[in-house]
């Protein structure tokens, strides 16, 4: 069954020759709508976890965590270049001493890129300075992870993000000054977003140089404020059907070349009541793919096309 889209172990193999994998790295840090900075509570859908629930302890230091998870995941996949993943809460929330430390630590062999997961809001000069030149001296790439989720800035201020569609653009093109690549996260099921939502955050995307996606599907965690309005009915899931549609719709719009990082997510099933419609992530990501090749559907064959669909009028 071909990809009908440009996945990222696709680009990984065009930049760097061979198998890339994240090492996830984990630090003690918290974000700014959880401390006040912003807002409090953090995102409604995020656990005690802060969105990670794979890695390993935070009191490792960074050289721990690199090598720990090298030797694991690289006898497991035979791999032997990795990206140092900073992965839970906001990444750059932190001195630029402290921020400097722990990118010095990534200076390793195996190390091609370092992928930093933060909040628009606290994407700053200054650190992106330092980056700059520490990619010049080490020859690693950096880059980008953004949590956009949508481009409807009511579902944001539901979602308690405390950062709006704004905040996302002033970050994308403060990050493209340095050319670092920009990875944007999108949750493609929440339900106080419609098709035009789904649609205008693929079109948000393709205008600000995003050089990857990754999609998620929404879960119920149950340490979250997401959890309560769920158990008090205050809102309504989206059917599997409707999410498989919505990531259709995205990737035809999406330009081409944005390398995918996942149409799907997954989470642990004894923390969630929530997840998937008790379907395995691999089996809504085969469907999706089965339903794009029997259409004959592939990503960014409508990423073009829309402005003239808009002056047609089409709303299909």
């Known amino acids: 069954m071909s990809?009908?889209?440009?996945?990222?172990?696709?680009?990984?193999?065009?930049?760097?020759?061979?198998?890339?994998?994240?090492?996830?790295?984990?630090?003690?840090?918290?974000?700014?709508?959880?401390?006040?900075?912003?807002?409090?509570?953090?995102?409604?859908?995020?656990?005690?976890?802060?969105?990670?629930?794979?890695?390993?302890?935070?009191?490792?230091?960074?050289?721990?965590?690199?090598?720990?998870?090298?030797?694991?995941?690289?006898?497991?996949?035979?791999?032997?270049?990795?990206?140092?993943?900073?992965?839970?809460?906001?990444?750059?929330?932190?001195?630029?001493?402290?921020?400097?430390?722990?990118?010095?630590?990534?200076?390793?062999?195996?190390?091609?890129?370092?992928?930093?997961?933060?909040?628009?809001?606290?994407?700053?000069?200054?650190?992106?300075?330092?980056?700059?030149?520490?990619s010049k001296e080490t020859g690693k790439d950096i880059i980008f992870e953004l949590g956009l989720q949508t481009a409807n800035y009511k579902t944001l201020e539901i979602l308690n993000r405390g950062e709006d569609l704004a905040d996302f653009i002033y970050a994308c093109n403060l990050l493209n000054k340095f050319n670092f690549r920009i990875c944007t996260h999108v949750i493609l099921s929440l339900p106080w977003d419609d098709t035009r939502d789904v649609r205008q955050t693929a079109r948000i995307i393709n205008a600000l140089n995003v050089k990857e996606v990754k999609i998620h599907s929404l879960f119920i965690n149950k340490d979250t404020k997401l959890y309560e309005m769920y158990q008090n009915d205050e809102f309504e899931m989206p059917s599997k059907d409707e999410y498989e549609e919505n990531v259709i719709d995205f990737l035809r719009l999406i330009k081409p070349d944005i390398a995918i990082q996942?149409?799907?997510?997954?989470?642990?099933?004894?923390?969630?009541?929530?997840?998937?419609?008790?379907?395995?992530?691999?089996?809504?990501?085969?469907?999706?793919?089965?339903?794009?090749?029997?259409?004959?559907?592939?990503?960014?064959?409508?990423?073009?096309?829309i402005i003239f669909d808009k002056i047609k009028g089409d709303k299909s």
């Open 3 to 134: 990809n009908p889209y440009y996945s990222i172990s696709e680009y990984y193999k065009d930049t760097y020759g061979e198998k890339v994998y994240k090492l996830p790295i984990k630090l003690s840090l918290t974000c700014p709508n959880r401390d006040g900075a912003a807002c409090y509570g953090g995102c409604i859908f995020c656990g005690e976890s802060g969105g990670s629930f794979e890695n390993l302890p935070s009191y490792m230091t960074v050289d721990e965590q690199l090598e720990k998870n090298k030797n694991y995941i690289g006898s497991r996949y035979k791999a032997n270049m990795f990206i140092a993943y900073f992965q839970n809460f906001t990444n750059t929330y932190m001195s630029l001493e402290e921020f400097k430390e722990i990118i010095k630590a990534c200076d390793k062999d195996y190390i091609v890129a370092v992928s930093i997961s933060t909040r628009s809001d606290s994407v700053t000069e200054d650190k992106l300075i330092f980056l700059d030149q520490w």
């Open 262 to 305: 996942r149409l799907v997510g997954r989470a642990p099933k004894e923390d969630t009541v929530f997840c998937n419609r008790d379907t395995s992530w691999w089996l809504i990501r085969d469907e999706i793919i089965e339903t794009m090749n029997n259409k004959g559907y592939i990503q960014g064959d409508r990423s073009k096309r």
